[in-house]
């Protein structure tokens, strides 16, 4: 085995130690320690006995000039590869951690199956990095480079098979062949924006290269033309997500047969992948292409739990590379980036302080700013985002270009307002999302991440956290909470290098950077123009602001009290139910009961979206979402648990047939049975497995903006199995 270090260290060191005994596939799922024995890097990858790997890379924050320069790569890939990721259109110096654990490997990693793997170190990885830091770019170029070898390798068999006569042509019709009816690399990655991401990354990486193409396989889009595409011209690199190409595997033969000649697989953000209920998918795709050896495989996860250790021992060749690039001490999210919540007093301060959040950063930020406001359901994400088109025309001092994304959007709008927003030069952008945009994607430049609403749990915090202060960058991250909330920022998030925010405090910093700005408008844009002399004249100076700061701010309770009387009642509505199946489910984690949380939300409808009589649920509905009584047994009320205390829900009417009553039926009789002990020697519960534990909105698991958590019937959306309507 080996062990990366790359902390704070000018040189690039490998060590190796004893071999690791296997891990065990039941018990505890543990990776061994290990005693390290220093050895140079080149000679650690010279030619040697096979053993179990791991490699170990601790996080580094040193100074890029410590960091391996892409230049020490010259003799290890390809010039076209490099000259991509040095020159146009990459232009990078330095390797990120995770890079300088992966790259160096090459080009060693990207051998061809030979048929005789004792030898040499493995072709499999798991790579336990967080995102953003840069694991797209060191997943494709060992993928580009294994394409590149086994392409010349069909060169090679070909003029072997001619009596070794040099005929080029017989290399070149060779080489074009296999390039034609064999696929390189396929990328399994859990969400549609970060598939497109990911293929897009690989289109600049292969821009110097002759004739390779990139294909992609996601829900949301036209599946007969994605099926086209792949028939036309290469696949060097195919981008999918599962439940897209598990589909096509299972129901197109001729295209399924082309796919299984992929001898590389990627599984990125596995732990995304795990926790959106694609178990199943992985094992199910897997099984289609070769087995390992043949078949390479590097598995990608910013944790790396006991679920993934067992995806990790079936998918991966028994004597796979670890590398790790979360040292130990680091803390889970950026620890530069500010991170602050408020308390709200009452839900009637939401939208005011929301809109002083983001006049803060314009202000802070002139010319520069550039903001994610995640929600927790699609219904308040459209509802908010319909108000922020109103008020920032009239409350915010930047003229604001506002973009939206959400699972009712088609995937052509989410996309293009994806790259509108990454690309996007305004100087005052505001994005409004679901947790669709919460993981992998990169959106260069975040100045701050706003969070209306406690996330569905610490990890999605983290993740929501993340998109600012990438690549090093500085960012600001902020969590507003209505007062039932509070109990989740105390309990939920008391690991998180979090501070408060008083709601006055933010009023007050707000205030001063406004005096600062009128007191002297010529000095601080040129304060602005002296530090960033690429800005346009348009982002520095007046014509950025739209309205007079210290105006607009005294006018935002008249300005929201007007919107709202213009606004679709039945929007607010529709919000709140959805809001309250989204909060029932996570009464535990924030130590609130689940009455309370209806009443605090109906608080909301009346303080703070202004309607002069708070909406209801009917009594079935609310029975669907769980219903608002706590007082279940413990052994039938686990959280996210679909019983109720005698037994199993009934199936969705939308997805009631025959078969599946009858199911029901069956189960719901056994499991009574077996509470008042008529069936003792039936065996163990088993829990019924309806479509809700995968339901997306575009009806591909995955796929869509979000899923249920594990066992919960209620998705994070208005919809609860297609039924859930005000009456």
Not at 72 to 77: C, D, F, G, H, P
Not at 163 to 177: I, Q
Not at 325 to 333: G, I, L, Q, T
Not at 710 to 725: A, E
Request: hydrophobic share 35%; glycine share 6%.
């Amino acid at each position: 085995m080996a062990f990366l270090s790359l902390a704070r260290r000018p040189t690039l060191l490998l060590t190796s130690s004893l071999r690791l005994p296997s891990i065990p596939t039941t018990g505890h799922n543990v990776i061994p320690s290990f005693t390290h024995i220093s050895r140079k890097f080149d000679h650690a990858l010279a030619p040697q006995k096979k053993e179990s790997h791991d490699v170990e890379s601790e996080t580094s924050d040193s100074p890029e000039d410590l960091r391996p320069a892409f230049s020490s790569l010259r003799m290890k890939v390809s010039r076209d590869t490099l000259r991509a990721v040095t020159d146009k259109p990459f232009n990078h110096v330095h390797m990120s951690p995770v890079q300088a654990a992966v790259l160096p490997l090459l080009p060693e990693l990207a051998r061809p199956y030979s048929g005789d793997e004792s030898h040499g170190p493995s072709r499999d990885l798991l790579v336990k990095a967080k995102t953003g830091t840069g694991k797209t770019l060191a997943f494709l170029v060992p993928a580009i480079e294994a394409r590149i070898k086994a392409i010349d390798k069909a060169g090679v068999d070909a003029l072997e098979k001619n009596g070794g006569v040099p005929d080029a042509r017989v290399v070149e019709d060779a080489k074009r062949t296999y390039a034609r009816k064999t696929v390189g690399t396929v990328v399994i990655s859990p969400t549609r924006e970060l598939a497109t991401q990911i293929s897009q990354e690989a289109v600049k990486l292969t821009h110097w290269h002759k004739n390779f193409e990139v294909k992609l396989f996601t829900g949301g889009s036209s599946r007969g033309q994605q099926l086209r595409d792949f028939k036309r011209g290469r696949n060097d690199i195919v981008v999918a997500t599962p439940g897209r190409i598990r589909d096509v595997l299972e129901n197109d033969p001729d295209v399924a047969e082309v796919l299984k000649t992929a001898t590389h697989l990627v599984l990125d953000e596995a732990d995304t992948l795990l926790d959106m209920g694609f178990r199943s998918d992985i094992d199910a795709i897997a099984d289609f292409f070769p087995k390992t050896p043949i078949r390479q495989t590097f598995l990608f996860s910013a944790t790396v739990s006991p679920a993934i250790r067992q995806v990790a021992r079936e998918v991966l060749d028994k004597d796979h590379v670890f590398v790790d690039v979360v040292s130990k001490d680091s803390s889970p999210v950026h620890a530069h980036i500010p991170q602050h919540y408020t308390v709200l007093p009452s839900a009637k301060e939401q939208l005011p302080h929301l809109l002083r959040i983001i006049a803060h950063d314009q202000l802070a930020n002139p010319g520069n700013s550039k903001i994610m406001i995640f929600l927790n359901t699609t219904k308040q994400t459209q509802l908010f985002t319909t108000l922020l088109h109103k008020l920032s025309k009239t409350t915010l001092p930047a003229r604001s270009r506002i973009y939206e994304i959400h699972s009712k959007r088609s995937q052509a709008s989410r996309t293009a307002a994806s790259n509108a927003f990454r690309r996007d030069r305004s100087g005052a952008a505001i994005l409004v999302t679901s947790d669709v945009s919460a993981r992998g994607i990169d959106y260069p430049g975040v100045t701050r991440v706003i969070q209306v609403g406690s996330p569905r749990s610490t990890e999605q915090y983290i993740h929501r956290v993340g998109r600012t202060g990438r690549a090093g960058k500085g960012g600001r991250a902020d969590l507003l909470l209505l007062p039932l909330e509070q109990n989740f920022a105390r309990y939920q998030l008391s690991d998180m290098p979090m501070k408060e925010l008083p709601h006055d405090k933010l009023l007050n910093e707000t205030t001063s950077l406004t005096e600062k700005f009128e007191s002297d408008r010529a000095a601080y844009w040129n304060s602005i123009k002296a530090a960033n002399p690429t800005m346009s004249e348009s982002t520095t100076s007046d014509r950025l602001f739209r309205n007079d700061p210290s105006t607009a701010l005294v006018n935002l309770d008249n300005e929201i009290s007007a919107q709202f009387d213009q606004i679709d009642k039945e929007a607010i509505n529709e919000a709140f139910v959805s809001l309250v199946g989204f909060y029932v489910g996570k009464a535990s984690d924030m130590r609130v009961t689940r009455r309370s949380i209806y009443e605090g939300l109906q608080a909301w409808t009346t303080e703070a979206c202004g309607l002069p009589k708070a909406p209801f649920i009917s009594d079935s509905l609310l029975a669907k979402m769980g219903g608002l009584n706590d007082g279940q047994p413990a052994r039938f009320a686990q959280r996210g648990s679909p019983r109720k205390s005698f037994g199993f829900k009934p199936p969705s009417t939308q997805y009631n047939n025959s078969e599946r009553n009858r199911r029901w039926n069956e189960r719901t009789d056994r499991d009574v049975a077996r509470r008042w002990g008529e069936d003792k020697n039936s065996g163990p519960r088993s829990r019924w497995s309806g479509p809700g534990s995968r339901f997306s909105r575009d009806g591909e698991r995955g796929d869509g903006e979000f899923r249920t958590s594990r066992g919960s019937r209620f998705s994070q959306d208005d919809t609860y199995y297609g039924v859930c309507t005000l009456e």
